[in-house]
């Protein structure tokens, strides 16, 4: 759908399994909702295998597809790449792009590393193009109300954040080894997947942290080895066992720059949990909770209420005075997971459009490295963490 007098945006996107549907879909959902005076065109899409990209891009509704991601990015008719490759390519190809002059939108993590996170903000920042990073989740309206509840002082000081992000699905010691599994491939395994989506939420509604204390567990050390794997499900090839390098879960407390302190759970072992991203926030005038699976509800406490009233209510974030919510449907006509990216798209094609990264960009991509790295060296240490000193 390409809209009359509109500037386009030519999208590159690199992957196309799990986020690459999430994000195809998204594309085509931003002019169909949004008045952005800048929309997106889906040019190419890009995968190793050329029967299945080939097959993947008819489907979506790519123009055109490539087999080569270096090709891609060389092509005069793309204006932005999307990364939605596993972790171990986010580098080098935002850093190819950056370079070639191309705008950049990168799955989360950033990287595998901080060193690794900081090299691609540099090429960004040097090649003066737009990047953002995909924490998709803080684009759900109730998130985005949520900020502005905080913002505008709702809340007051704040004390406590406890976050937990909760799955199940590699519970079953048979479960193969996935690329998520590899340390090769994804840097970390729970902690850089999940918690790195509790820590960006904790940045965007709390502030920036001080210093943490974590400890990482890997429960199953030895899995059968893949055959094939797609998304979060994977197929092993015989009997053949290989070590499993990566945490089943993290868990860390942290104290925040603004005096806040939080809690954090991550872990793929929570049985009964399929995508359990949740925290509760206190401050001095109230409190705030959220589930993920019931993304459009805010719960919210507020202490001046009257007494014998008191407790959280449940606010439905899908009034016009929700934000984003209504470009969508009439209130109380709930939006889903996939919107979280559309709204995220907006801003990105907005950024495009007025000349600035929209947050979260590689900044944020870097600071949330740093706490993801703390954690990580807090554990192996069995020590406190400053993020200052692992920013160094
Ligand atoms: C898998 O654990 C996964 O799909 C993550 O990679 C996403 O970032 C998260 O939103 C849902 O779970």
């Not at 596993?86 to 986010?90: F, Y």
């Given at each position: 759908m390409v809209g009359v007098n509109k500037k386009q945006v030519r999208i590159g996107m690199i992957g196309y399994k799990f986020m690459g549907k999430a994000h195809s879909h998204a594309y085509r959902d931003v002019p169909f909702y949004f008045d952005n005076k800048v929309e997106p065109v889906l040019q190419a899409l890009c995968g190793r295998n050329e029967e299945g990209v080939k097959e993947a891009a008819e489907k979506m509704g790519w123009l055109s597809y490539e087999t080569d991601w270096r090709k891609l990015i060389e092509?005069?008719?793309?204006?932005l790449i999307d990364i939605v490759t596993?972790?171990?390519?986010?580098t080098e190809i935002a850093i190819a792009a950056a370079e070639a002059g191309k705008h950049v939108y990168c799955e989360k993590p950033l990287a595998m590393t901080l060193e690794q996170s900081k090299r691609m903000l540099e090429a960004v920042e040097k090649n003066g193009v737009i990047h953002m990073i995909n924490?998709?989740?803080?684009?759900?309206p109730a998130i985005q109300f949520a900020k502005k509840l905080i913002d505008t002082d709702r809340l007051g000081k704040i004390y406590h954040i406890r976050a937990t992000y909760l799955q199940d699905w590699?519970?079953?010691?048979?479960f193969p080894l996935v690329w998520r599994l590899d340390k090769e491939v994804c840097g970390s395994g729970s902690h850089g997947d999940l918690a790195a989506h509790s820590i960006d939420l904790a940045r965007f509604l709390v502030g920036e942290f001080k210093e943490v204390s974590g400890i990482m567990e890997t429960f199953i050390k030895q899995r059968p080895i893949v055959e094939s794997s797609s998304g979060l499900s994977g197929k092993a090839s015989s009997d053949k066992m290989g070590d499993v390098n990566v945490d089943d879960a993290s868990v860390f407390i942290a104290r925040f720059e603004n005096g806040a302190i939080g809690t954090f759970e991550a872990t793929r072992f929570a049985g009964g949990n399929r995508n359990g991203n949740r925290f509760e926030i206190n401050g001095e005038k109230g409190s705030i909770r959220w589930d993920g699976e019931n993304m459009n509800n805010l719960q919210v406490y507020f202490h001046d209420d009257e007494p014998g009233l008191q407790g959280f209510r449940t606010i439905n974030c899908t009034e016009e005075i929700h934000p984003y919510a209504g470009a969508y449907w009439p209130t109380a006509h709930i939006i889903g997971y996939e919107h979280t990216f559309i709204n995220l798209m907006v801003e990105l094609m907005d950024g495009i459009d007025k000349g600035y990264s929209p947050s979260p960009n590689f900044v944020d991509g870097v600071k949330n490295q740093a706490v993801l790295e703390a954690v990580e060296q807090s554990s192996r240490r069995k020590q406190w963490v400053s993020i200052e000193t692992i920013m160094q």
């Open positions: 092509r005069a008719d793309i204006d596993p972790n171990n390519a986010h924490y998709n989740y803080r684009f759900a590699i519970m079953d010691p048979k």
